[in-house]
């Protein structure tokens, strides 16, 4: 029998195209998350389920899904805190994600936040569609300048070493960084410290940690108070794991340069008091937004079916 296959957001073309020769296909064809009633009607009416970020299968949701039909949740994405993975693992359900198809393009935007941040390039932008710029000034808008600077990167897996390569690579930029496990490779002249402050105390901190419980408002007002004056924020990595009060009474004060964000605590609400500030760049959750890298994504989570609807181990497994 041909497996029923959810997929819960419309992915791109060539993804869709390919998952109907082999799968019975229902296209949600939303740009919403599921709710909490459609992710229980999920795990019983389908074989399998293709979520992505939003999608909440949460211990709820299993819990009112003794019995599921469902026997594969094979995310798009690489974050997948939006899936209790035990509560799915005890439910009998398989969950994988799709890393490395994410790493190249989150770190590109991890760049240009903080190259956006640094040299003021969304204010500069608003104020040239306003029609009030009156021309060039020397003193007009001055910036941080990146080139030779320090480099905080808290998360230091795939994409916090690709960011790092860019970094140190593209803009002599000195990188330290805070893993919670120790690094024996770090890729290129980098330095593990000790503490999260100590990665906070440069002049621009990438954030690429993974979402979850163990990272939730990872960086709180504490970690802000270890910033510079000037320094500049960056979050590629997800909303929760900033505490956006903190980051909003830091920078009303003055307490930090700037901040760069592409994903937000309660996406995809915005907070008024931080949309207002001009000392911040606001992404709409562009991270892996380039067609050959969704294309590249949607095609990993067919492997992943592929290999457990064959009876093979699914290569980007979970738990």
Not at 12 to 27: E, I
Not at 105 to 133: F, K, P
Not at 182 to 198: C, F, H, K, R, Y
């Amino acid at each position: 029998m041909t497996p029923r296959l959810l997929i819960t957001r419309r992915l791109p073309d060539l993804v869709l195209s390919q998952a109907m020769t082999r799968y019975d296909v229902t296209l949600r064809d939303e740009t919403s998350a599921l709710s909490e009633a459609e992710a229980v009607a999920a795990l019983h009416d389908y074989d399998a389920v293709l979520p992505t970020l939003g999608d909440r299968f949460t211990p709820a949701v299993f819990a009112q899904s003794p019995a599921p039909r469902c026997r594969i949740l094979a995310n798009f994405g690489v974050g997948y805190n939006h899936i209790d993975v035990p509560g799915a693992r005890a439910s009998g359900i398989t969950v994988t994600n799709t890393p490395g198809a994410v790493t190249d393009a989150t770190a590109d935007t991890a760049m240009t936040l903080m190259l956006m941040t640094a040299r003021r390039a969304g204010e500069g932008e608003r104020l040239v569609r306003s029609g009030q710029w009156t021309g060039w000034q020397p003193t007009q808008m001055l910036g941080l300048h990146v080139s030779g600077k320090r480099l905080g990167i808290v998360g230091y897996g795939r994409i916090g070493k690709a960011i790092a390569r860019r970094a140190h690579f593209g803009f002599g930029m000195s990188v330290s960084f805070y893993n919670r496990s120790a690094v024996a490779d770090p890729g290129l002249p980098a330095t593990q410290v000790a503490t999260l402050a100590e990665a906070m105390a440069q002049d621009v901190v990438i954030i690429a940690v993974p979402g979850g419980p163990a990272t939730h408002h990872l960086i709180d007002a504490t970690a802000l108070s270890a910033m510079l004056p000037h320094g500049i924020l960056v979050n590629i990595s997800r909303g929760d794991v900033v505490d956006e009060a903190a980051l909003i009474a830091a920078l009303q004060s003055g307490a930090l340069g700037g901040a760069g964000l592409d994903v937000y605590e309660r996406e995809p609400v915005v907070p008024e008091a931080l949309r207002a500030l001009e000392n911040t760049v606001l992404l709409p959750h562009l991270g892996t937004a380039a067609l050959e890298v969704r294309e590249s994504m949607g095609m990993m989570a067919l492997d992943n079916l592929a290999a457990f609807f064959d009876g093979r181990d699914p290569p980007n497994r979970l738990g």
